[in-house]
């Protein structure tokens, strides 16, 4: 039976002056191929610490999973802007999980600016055909140091690559909810909300250690709730595959998952810490097309187009150790040229700013 809290049920960058970045990273400096080696989450690879399980909490549990291994974690190369990605193939069977995440964040909140109280997630997730054997989930889960048979999740997101579904997930109770960690509907009247099939999209999550509240921003999406995580210190942002088995898919009985898939790719992770509410921006949407930044790769130069946008107010290139090696501004344009011949080769994070909104993209310099 399905319980129901308002419109949850029980789961079985925009940057500015003052935000600092804790964490970035978008794979193209990763070979292609396997992340690591260690499927325990215990011995990092290029800082990167890989957890694949046959069982989700319990390792006595009964389980029909056999495709618990470090190779589940790949690099791969798609041919066009977004150059390398990361590719999880999820559980084979009813239970399972996979879980990898940068070491070091718990050290870099500490030494936060104290007043960034706010945690912020930025990626991009390709949505995939949709349809398939397969119900796995994938997402993005903002963890506290709790051991693992009681983690909190502070905010996350968890996308069913079957469905084409996007949830959120956090830490959560109510006068008629236990305490503990639930899945929101993100649509408008409690209500789902399908991504796109193919398609990059670009989501974000926030947050805020001193109230608790979670806020879930992207495509159609502008949500949130006070969580009851209250004071608690984020210790890792992980992406993560699971079973996709649970009644949480919304069937009577649960459907037993019995394929994996490694539709899903992740892209572009910026994490922050900020006082900034992530309510209370303006971004682009990702499916707005408007927006084209060509040649990419680039040599000396690259152009900008915005369409029907107007009046440019920034352009800040970022490296992938989130420094900002150029900035440049502009007034009442919607074709400028960046010029790019001062710079090193390398992938860049071009964040583009108008009074529309803001959005970002990589481009690569040869």
């Known amino acids: 039976m399905k319980r129901i809290l308002l419109t949850i049920f029980t789961l079985t960058s925009i940057l500015s002056a003052s935000s600092q970045i804790l964490q970035t990273e978008n794979f193209d400096a990763l070979p292609v191929g396997p992340v690591g080696t260690d499927a325990t989450g215990t011995i990092p690879t290029n800082n990167y610490f890989t957890l694949s399980t046959n069982y989700d909490l319990d390792p006595l549990a009964a389980t029909t999973a056999t495709n618990a291994s470090a190779n589940n974690f790949q690099i791969v190369n798609l041919g066009d802007s977004h150059v390398n990605v990361l590719q999880i ?31 912020q997630v930025e990626f991009e997730l390709f949505t995939g055909p949709g349809g398939g054997a397969s119900n796995n989930t994938k997402g993005i889960y903002i963890y506290d140091a709790s051991p693992s048979t009681s983690l909190k999740i502070l905010g996350g997101y968890v996308f069913n690559t079957k469905t084409l579904i996007l949830q959120g997930i956090g830490y959560f109770t109510s006068a008629t ?16 909300i399908t991504l796109p099939p193919n398609q990059w999209v670009k989501l974000y999550v926030s947050f805020n250690k001193t109230t608790g509240q979670i806020v879930w921003k992207g495509p159609g999406i502008l949500g949130q709730v006070i969580g009851a995580a209250t004071g608690i210190d984020p210790d890792k942002v992980a992406f993560i595959s699971r079973s996709g088995s649970a ?5 009577t009985p649960a459907i037993v998952n019995a394929a994996a898939t490694t539709d899903g790719y992740f892209d572009n ?6 006082n900034i509410d992530l309510l209370a921006t303006d971004d682009i949407p990702e499916t707005n097309n408007t927006v084209s930044a060509y ?16 009046r440019l107010v920034t352009v ?16 009442n344009a919607t074709q400028v040229t960046v010029e790019l011949e001062d ?9 583009i700013d108008t009074q529309n909104g803001s959005i970002t993209k990589k481009i690569v310099k040869n």
């Open 89 to 119: 193939d999820g559980t084979n069977g009813d239970k399972g999980r996979r879980n990898m995440w940068q070491g070091g964040l718990s050290d870099q909140w500490a030494f936060r600016d104290p007043a960034n109280n706010k945690i």
């Open 343 to 351: 710079i090193a080769s390398g992938v860049y994070l071009m964040k």
């Open 269 to 274: 992770l910026v994490v922050t810490a900020t």
């Open 295 to 310: 040649p990419n790769p680039a040599q000396d130069f690259i152009n900008l187009s915005l369409g029907e946008l107007s």
């Open 177 to 192: 909810a236990p305490i503990g960690n639930y899945g929101f509907f993100l649509g408008t009247a409690g209500t789902n």
């Open 247 to 251: 009644a949480a898919n919304g069937t």
């Open 316 to 331: 800040t290139l970022t490296d992938v150790n989130g420094r900002t090696v150029q900035t440049n501004i502009f007034e």
